[in-house]
């Protein structure tokens, strides 16, 4: 259940509702009348108002579970993650991904890709466009390539799936990062701050490749150097 709510509001109005609960219980054990019958009738009425609250995601489950839309029940599935597909759809394919990268950098496109880790990222998720997409290399580069509509900002990959594009970070306030790394760099360290999620950012003027974990650059000497500490921080 913690998984399932994690990183949603509803999490918050959980917590909200068993603190008004307990305000309720505290105030019956002081006697206090008055409050505890205002607070009683809240509670009283608290299924219908449950009900009223959540109702977006209500609809949204019920809409889910009648679908006969396998491909969307799947899903799903595993956005609730009681199931793991198979080893191509659960193990991020970090060859694919820096592969993609060594090739954007050798065009000078630029590129910024988050990696999901424990952390929710659905609060930036949702700033850009939802898909789910297998990890490959000729998509990664096909949704970098300067002209298409999807290149501006970041990309997240959840698994070995690429879940979103055109996504807005937060930028980091860190005074010590050099001038010379721009907003790019600046959103890559500000995700990594906030979350324990992985970036890898591929520079339009420079075409070098950076990699940044909990807010701060990662050295590495070789491609495959880098491919083998991002699988060690994914394990
Ligand atoms: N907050 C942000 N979230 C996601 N992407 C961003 C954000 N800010 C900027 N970007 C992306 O970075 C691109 C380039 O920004 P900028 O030139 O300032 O970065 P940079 O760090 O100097 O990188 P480069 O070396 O590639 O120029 C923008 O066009 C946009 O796609």
């Known amino acids: 259940m913690y998984k399932l709510v994690k990183g949603t509001a509803a999490i918050n109005i959980f917590i909200g509702i068993v603190m008004i609960y307990l305000v309720w219980k505290l105030t019956q054990f002081l006697a206090m009348e008055m409050l505890s019958s205002v607070l009683g009738e809240f509670i009283g009425v608290g299924m219908f108002a449950l009900i009223v609250v959540f109702q977006q995601e209500i609809r949204k489950f019920l809409l889910m579970i009648g679908s006969t839309n396998f491909g969307r029940r799947r899903k799903f599935l595993r956005q609730l993650k009681f199931i793991r597909d198979t080893p191509e759809d659960s193990v991020t394919d970090v060859g694919a991904i820096v592969r993609a990268c060594q090739k954007m950098g050798d065009t000078f496109t630029g590129a910024l890709i988050v990696i999901k880790r424990n952390t929710a ?48 970070l937060p930028v980091s306030n860190d005074r010590d990062i050099p001038l010379r790394f721009g907003l790019r760099h600046r959103a890559a360290i500000g995700i990594t701050e906030k979350t324990d999620g992985l970036a890898i950012i591929v520079s339009e003027e420079t075409g070098q490749i950076s990699y940044i974990k909990n807010g701060e650059f990662v050295i590495f000497k070789t491609p495959e150097e880098l491919i083998e500490k991002i699988k060690k921080d994914l394990q």
């Open 121 to 168: 990222l659905d609060f930036v998720k949702n700033t850009g466009d939802e898909l789910d997409i297998l990890v490959k290399t000729p998509i990664i580069e096909s949704i970098f390539y300067k002209n298409s509509p999807l290149h501006d900002g970041a990309m997240i990959i959840e698994d070995n799936r690429i879940v979103a594009t055109r996504v807005i």
